[in-house]
């Protein structure tokens, strides 16, 4: 049920009174309308200190630049923020459609249609957050293409790696000796001795631990790893 009472279904929103409709609600969300708050948002977005409540970007397409639209869908898209773009119905036949846009509404908006919409896009992207992905504290990795971001910063890793990571993360608490993962991740033909794995963990700690409080692999002396368990 819909707590945000509909006076005029027919009157055209403005961005004020987009942002009055989310807040009432209760999407957290950024507006974008300049080229100014586009640099800002993208400042913002590869920060740590991002706004984490944020699910929703809206953008103003007619403001933006195509550049600083690329750079905010694909970003958004990484940290799975929904984004609902406003556009001129004259300008639906430019509009890139490799874009990363979440959802987009047509002017003169109208505020049921915007409703549903902007509900519509965070509650698609929740979803499809919630099948796939994996979530221990501040370290996400998504199956879906390949992505691992700890503290809203995108990490770089190995396909080695990343396949460590994967393994131990969708096993949690499970102890894997390193004849184990030797074989699993780089296969029964590797010739390699069990250092190889203790390097490649090392090499992974070092880039997903990035402080006392991001703990996630434990080594079990003697044996191997494991991916830690719920607290």
Not at 37 to 43: D, F, P, V, Y
Not at 66 to 80: K, N, P, V, W
Not at 172 to 186: E, F, H, K
Not at 210 to 231: A, L
Request: with cysteine; net charge negative.
């Amino acid at each position: 049920m819909l707590r945000h009472k509909i006076t005029e279904p027919s009157k055209d929103m403005s961005m004020e009174d987009m942002r009055a409709c989310l807040n009432s609600e209760g999407l957290e969300h950024l507006q974008v309308t300049t080229e100014r708050e586009a640099s800002e948002l993208l400042t913002l977005l590869t920060s740590a200190e991002r706004h984490k409540n944020s699910r929703l970007v809206l953008l103003h397409i007619a403001s933006l630049s195509g550049h600083h639209l690329r750079r905010i869908t694909e970003i958004c898209s990484s940290l799975d923020i929904a984004t609902l773009a406003i556009v001129e119905e004259t300008s639906l036949r430019i509009i890139d459609p490799t874009l990363n846009i979440t959802d987009l509404i047509c002017s003169p908006v109208k505020e049921p249609e915007f409703i549903l919409r902007a509900k519509r896009a965070v509650a698609n992207l929740t979803n499809s957050f919630d099948d796939d992905v994996i979530a221990r504290d501040n370290l996400f990795i998504n199956p879906t293409n390949y992505e691992v971001t700890v503290n809203n910063k995108r990490v770089n890793l190995r396909f080695k790696e990343y396949e460590l990571l994967l393994l131990l993360a969708s096993n949690p608490g499970r102890v894997y000796d390193r004849a184990t993962l030797l074989s699993q991740i780089w296969g029964y033909d590797y010739f390699g001795g069990t250092r190889t794995v203790d390097v490649h963990i090392r090499r992974l700690r070092s880039k997903i631990e990035t402080d006392s409080d991001n703990r996630f692999i434990e080594t079990i002396w003697n044996v191997g790893y494991r991916f830690r368990t719920m607290d």
